[in-house]
């Protein structure tokens, strides 16, 4: 069993920096594939990062491309989403998910924990 929490939301203006947090207790990390989701009112849940710490691999949705970054820390066990030109479209609530195994992975029913969800608001 994995547990997940979310930190580091908040209130930001267009072109301003934000980074998430996702610890984790139960497992370590190592041995999951980490991956950040958002949902905007009335929209689906959509992609935004993955990584695999045993393939040393990212993914990202071509959205954040070049604005956000994923990343790890083995030892605090914390996984965290650097975000960067933060745009009005990005907000939403960000969760954060872990899938077993190596394979990184955008869909949002192939992962196995999900965090809370932390709400990140960018106004224009």
């Known amino acids: 069993q994995v547990q997940l929490i979310e930190s580091g939301g908040g209130l930001v203006q267009t072109g301003d920096s934000l980074r998430l947090s996702c610890a984790a207790s139960?497992?370590?990390?190592?041995?999951?594939?980490m991956g950040w989701f958002r949902q905007a009112p009335g929209k689906e849940r959509e992609f935004v990062a993955a990584i695999s710490w045993s393939r040393s691999s990212t993914y990202y949705a071509d959205s954040v491309k070049g604005r956000f970054t994923i990343s790890g820390d083995n030892a605090k066990n914390t996984v965290y989403l650097q975000m960067n030109s933060l745009k009005s479209e990005d907000t939403a609530v960000y969760y954060c998910?872990?899938?077993?195994?190596?394979?990184?992975?955008?869909?949002?029913?192939?992962?196995?924990?999900w965090g809370q969800g932390t709400q990140v608001t960018v106004s224009s």
């Open positions: 998910a872990a899938r077993r195994g190596s394979r990184l992975n955008d869909s949002w029913d192939q992962y196995d924990y």
């Open positions: 139960g497992r370590t990390l190592s041995t999951y594939v």
